[in-house]
């Protein structure tokens, strides 16, 4: 298995290599597999929590109620109900931009059903539907989770890539999540690490190491 050490020795490498630009440079890191049968429906579909963030991911919270009035008062990114749900039903366009907006959603679970009538059909091909949140639920712990979490997803295919952080992080801090979605991963992979290939981390515009 390759060591939070050796992946910061790539990941210093692949900045090293990568030229300045003017806007910050995600870290990616992919993941090539090997000795897999994709025809036999092999997908990840995961939800991962980094231990070290500079960028919070963004949470839109879809309830009603009690609910919405905490999501807002634990200052989720956009909280929507009925009224917006049945406007974003109507206009296919509106829709697509407000769920591009958005890296996770968190639904009330008695709201769900309107959810998935609604925007089921643009959020499901994205791996973009709401986690449900019960009733009396702490939904300010609900949002301090995702907000540091990444989505992992593949479906039918021998590679994944996902970004672990920016070039303003240190490298080690990089590393330490780099670990953590390897980590994960390989538990997914119905031999663990002898399915994993290679590992690759690039920045946004540079070349794999």
Do not use: H, W
Request: charged letters at 30%; glycine letters at 6%; hydrophobic letters at 40%.
């Amino acid at each position: 298995m390759i060591t939070e050490a050796q992946l910061a020795e790539v990941i210093t490498k692949a900045k090293e290599g990568s030229k300045k630009r003017k806007f910050k440079q995600s870290i990616e890191l992919i993941i090539n597999f090997k000795d897999i049968d994709v025809k036999k429906g092999f997908a990840i579909n995961e939800v991962i929590q980094l231990p070290k963030t500079s960028s919070p991911a963004t949470v839109c919270v879809i309830a009603t109620g009690d609910m919405s009035q905490k999501a807002k008062a634990a200052k989720a990114d956009s909280v929507i109900g009925n009224e917006e749900l049945t406007k974003y039903e109507s206009n296919k366009r509106e829709s697509r931009k407000f769920i591009n907006k958005y890296d996770f959603f968190l639904a009330d679970t008695k709201i769900m059903p309107t959810v998935g009538k609604a925007l089921g059909q643009l959020l499901g091909p994205r791996g973009k539907m709401p986690t449900p949140v019960p009733f009396n639920a702490p939904i300010d712990a609900f949002l301090s989770r995702f907000r540091t979490s990444i989505k992992v997803r593949t479906r039918a295919s021998l590679s994944i890539s996902c970004k672990v952080g920016d070039e303003s992080m240190e490298d080690s801090d990089l590393a330490t999540n780099a670990f953590t979605v390897l980590n994960a991963i390989e538990k997914k992979l119905p031999n663990g690490e002898k399915n994993i290939k290679k590992v690759l981390i690039k920045t946004t515009m540079g070349k794999p190491v």
